[in-house]
């Protein structure tokens, strides 16, 4: 009965314990508790006569023997455990692999597959500079695209074509997309994000000198094909913020940088809007008028060099260790596995994502049109306001910005992808509304707002689509999905573009801006049908599960062995 004492100490000691704690905690209280625990015996039996400092030192070493081999196996998990948070609170060891000092360990320890052994996650400090420089370079594409479309009339006067062929010089972006996203997705998906990013620069780049050289009356053609060579670069551009945002952020970040690299491509629009009809006044003069035109092109040029330097210098592939554990399995799948051509057929049956697809490009093609065809609707009501017809562009692309931004964030907070997407494609067709029966209204300032409400909602609805997109294919490349979305867009876009400027022509701007507002309201429904399968969400939740439920039952094992100690018999 001696023995009583000395396990009911235990176990009062055992019952303060949690049930579950920080790991590292775990361990140094099971090792200052086996350190206390045979002075706790010897000193609670000291007084019984029948119980000698012999057997209380047996007892002890056995006790000391049966814990040690049940924590030997736990040594590694425990430095690696250590040293995330080490890393996490002073920056990496001196032995710490990667280029990034202070880079943040997201997870020590994930299981990847019930065989392979543990994958370690980072966060590189570099992944901000990643995606900062592709919303560069996607920002002097995108500005390339708008430039000839808001000062259209003063471009039909140089060129002394018509609207038609104007108009074109905006459509080339989309009708380039359609034959190359498939050939580009596939070369994305051998090569990598570097060569695509590479690619996109030179492509544009070349574009941007080939349009210096056309500032003359009669080199029209020689305007398009600089045209066509950044409508070309595009194509390598479009459909890249998702697969970068997935390679480089963690899970709670990617929708958040997919919106950065969007924001990229909206700012470049926004300054397409604003910055041509600032550099390129309506002058009778001709020769005046190439002077200012070639200033523009010199402009767009020599940022587009600057940037392609830098994309030489500091672009980098992927980080070494992946930055998720859905990126982690992804990384995993061998190369000899992955059929380019199966992964597109499994995405066309894929219904969810096949009606995200439609719906998609039925609201950025409408994006598209109203864009294109901005100049002119302005003009037809408020003559004379080419100015201001370029800030009423800015002011649809900067609110969307704000929007994609809000968005990302949110999608990141909540995972409401569904229900976000749906909400925000039915405010873009009630924007799409009001801004339709108050452009003719009179008041120029009336239409900045309305323009601004429908910028909030239908540019904002951009990063949405790739984000809802990678969830409902995960794991097929995220540049395959984004490349099939932006694909829908261009069609719907070049078959927006030429039925509005047709119906406005005939019937006048509010019958071309209802008419959108018809098929908005179709994809509005067709989001409705959407299945929300975030299969992404999935694979991230079922990972960290596994990691949690390893590691509690690593710190239960961890006070296994004294209770192996209560049930002998002193």
């Known amino acids: 009965m001696e023995e009583k004492p000395a396990k009911s100490l235990y176990l ?272 009778d003069d001709l020769d005046e008028l190439a002077h200012h035109i070639r200033i523009m092109f010199y402009i767009s040029a020599g940022v587009a060099t600057i940037i392609f330097i830098l994309v030489i210098i500091v672009f980098q592939e992927k980080p070494e260790i992946p930055p998720t554990q859905a990126q982690a399995q992804a990384r995993n799948i061998p190369p000899e596995e992955y059929s380019y051509t199966a992964s597109i057929l499994r995405l066309l049956r894929n219904k969810p994502f096949m009606l995200l697809v439609v719906s998609y490009g039925l609201n950025v093609g409408c994006f598209y049109a109203v864009s294109t065809l901005l100049n002119r609707m302005i003009i037809e009501h408020y003559p004379g306001e080419e100015v201001n017809a370029g800030r009423i562009g800015l002011t649809i692309v900067i609110a969307g910005m704000v929007g994609s931004l809000i968005c990302g964030i949110w999608l990141d907070k909540t995972k409401t992808y569904k229900q976000t997407t749906l909400a925000i494609y039915i405010l873009s067709l009630i924007g799409m509304l009001v801004y339709a029966f108050t452009l003719n209204l009179g008041h120029l300032w009336l239409v900045f707002i309305m323009a601004g409400l429908l910028g909030f909602f239908m540019t904002g609805y951009l990063p949405l689509g790739f984000e809802f997109a990678v969830e409902l294919t995960y794991p097929e490349s995220e540049g395959t999905s984004s490349g099939l979305l932006n694909c829908s867009a261009q069609i719907f876009g070049i078959i927006f573009t030429i039925s509005q400027g047709k119906i406005i022509d005939k019937w006048g701007t509010l019958a071309g801006n209802i008419f959108l507002c018809i098929f908005l309201l179709i994809g509005a429904v067709m989001t409705g049908f959407i299945k929300s399968d975030l299969r992404r969400q999935k694979a991230n939740l079922q990972v960290e599960v596994q990691t949690a439920s390893k590691k509690s039952a690593e710190v239960e094992g961890g006070v296994s062995p004294p209770e192996t100690l209560n049930e002998r018999k002193f």
């Not at 049940?70 to 060891?93: C, F, L």
């Not at 050289?213 to 029209?220: M, R, V």
Request: with cysteine; net charge neutral.
């Open 12 to 283: 009062k000691s055992q019952s303060a314990t949690p049930k579950y704690v920080d790991p590292i905690r775990s361990d140094i209280f099971s090792y200052f508790l086996s350190l206390a625990f045979p002075f706790i015996c010897y000193f609670s039996h000291r007084s019984s006569s029948n119980y000698q400092f012999e057997d209380i030192l047996r007892r002890c070493l056995r006790w000391w023997r049966t814990y040690l081999e049940q924590k030997m196996g736990d040594i590694t998990r425990v430095s690696q455990d250590m040293s995330a948070q080490d890393a996490e609170d002073n920056g990496p060891h001196v032995g710490t692999t990667g280029p990034d000092a202070g880079d943040q360990i997201e997870c020590s320890s994930i299981p990847n597959g019930a065989s392979s052994p543990a994958v370690q996650t980072r966060l590189y400090k570099k992944r901000w500079v990643i995606v900062l420089l592709f919303s560069s370079y996607s920002l002097c594409n995108a500005y390339q695209w708008i430039q000839y479309g808001i000062i259209s009339n003063i471009m039909m006067k140089f060129y002394n074509v018509d609207a038609f062929a104007i108009d074109w010089l905006s459509m080339v972006y989309m009708l380039t997309y359609i034959p190359f996203i498939f050939p580009v997705t596939w070369l994305l998906d051998k090569k990598g994000l570097r060569v695509m990013a590479l690619l996109a620069n030179a492509l544009n780049c070349a574009g941007t000198w080939i349009k210096v050289a056309s500032a003359q009356p009669h080199l029209f053609g020689v305007t398009m094909l600089g045209q066509f060579a950044s409508s070309l670069a595009q194509v390598f551009i479009l459909g890249m913020p998702s697969r970068l945002a997935s390679d480089w952020f963690g899970a709670d970040e990617v929708s958040t940088a997919c919106s950065i690299g969007v924001f990229g491509n909206q700012m470049g629009i926004a300054i397409g809007f604003l910055i041509p009809p600032i550099l390129v006044p309506n002058v």
